[in-house]
C-alpha cells in the first residue's frame, strides 16, 4: 500500500491537495482534526500544565485560547506536543493499518508537522506544498480570522516544515499559487500518475 504524505507550512492549501487525491478513491487521514480528538482526550493533563483558562464555559477545549499561549512561547508548544502527538500518532497508525487491512491501494496522510511528529518515516512517497507568504496570510486571514501578529508566531512555530526534510526518488513538490485556472489540479494528476494511483 502506498502511503502518501501531504505536508507543507501554514494555510498553503494541504486539505486542498489531499481531498484531490482522496478523489480518486482514497482515504485522507487529516492529522490536524485526530489532533482535536487529542486535545479532548487530554484536557485534565493540559488544564494542568496550562491552567483552566483553556476551558470554554461548557468544559471542552478552546482552541484559540491554547494557540495564543503556545504559539508565544517555544517551552509551551513543547509541552503540548508532547502530550498530544503520541495519541494522534497511534490513531494515525491505527486508521492506516485498516486501510492496509482492507487491501487498500494508498492512503493520504495530511499533516503540517509530519516530520516532527515522525509520520513521514511511516510515508514511503511525499508531497511537499509550497504557497508564496502573502497568499498564505490572505488565507489565514479570511479563514482563521488571523492577525499578522498570528500569522507570524505560526511561522515561527513552523521553522523545521521546509523542503529540507524531502530526499527520496518519489518525492515531490506541488506549488499552489492560489488561481483557479486548473494549475493545481495538473499537478495533482501528473503526481498520481507518476506514483501509479
Same mark, same amino acid.
Given at each position: 500500500m502506498k502511503i502518501i504524505g501531504v505536508t507543507g507550512k501554514y494555510c498553503t492549501g494541504k486539505s486542498t491537495v489531499s481531498a484531490m487525491i482522496a478523489e480518486r478513491g482514497y482515504m485522507a487521514i487529516d492529522v490536524d482534526s485526530l489532533g482535536h480528538q487529542a486535545l479532548e482526550s487530554s484536557k485534565d493533563v493540559l488544564v494542568e500544565n496550562?491552567?483552566?483558562?483553556? #476551558?470554554?464555559?461548557?468544559?471542552?477545549?478552546?482552541?484559540?485560547?491554547?494557540?495564543?499561549?503556545v504559539f508565544s512561547d517555544e517551552k509551551h508548544l513543547k509541552t503540548l506536543e508532547r502530550i498530544v502527538?503520541?495519541?494522534?500518532?497511534?490513531?494515525?497508525?491505527?486508521?492506516?493499518?485498516?486501510?492496509?487491512?482492507?487491501?487498500?491501494?494508498?492512503?493520504?496522510?495530511?499533516?503540517a508537522l509530519l516530520h516532527r511528529m515522525h509520520l513521514d518515516v511511516h510515508c514511503n512517497? #511525499?508531497?511537499?506544498?509550497k504557497?508564496?507568504?502573502?497568499?498564505r496570510y490572505s488565507r489565514a486571514k479570511v479563514r482563521d480570522n488571523a492577525t499578522c501578529k498570528s500569522?507570524?508566531?505560526?511561522?515561527?512555530?513552523?521553522?523545521?516544515?521546509?523542503?529540507?526534510?524531502?530526499?527520496?526518488?518519489?518525492?515531490?513538490?506541488?506549488?499552489?499559487?492560489?488561481?483557479?485556472?486548473?494549475?493545481?489540479?495538473?499537478?495533482?494528476?501528473?503526481?498520481?500518475?507518476?506514483?501509479?494511483?
Open positions: 496550562f491552567s483552566e483558562t483553556i #476551558l470554554r464555559p461548557d468544559t471542552s477545549i478552546d482552541r484559540k485560547v491554547l494557540g495564543s499561549i502527538h503520541p495519541k494522534m500518532v497511534e490513531m494515525t497508525l491505527e486508521l492506516i493499518n485498516r486501510e492496509r487491512g482492507k487491501g487498500c491501494k494508498a492512503v493520504i496522510v495530511n499533516a512517497i #511525499l508531497c511537499y506544498v504557497s508564496p507568504l502573502l497568499i500569522f507570524i508566531r505560526m511561522q515561527k512555530a513552523q521553522r523545521d516544515i521546509n523542503m529540507s526534510n524531502f530526499d527520496g526518488d518519489s518525492d515531490i513538490y506541488i506549488f499552489n499559487n492560489g488561481t483557479k485556472n486548473g494549475f493545481i489540479h495538473r499537478q495533482v494528476d501528473e503526481f498520481c500518475i507518476t506514483i501509479g494511483i
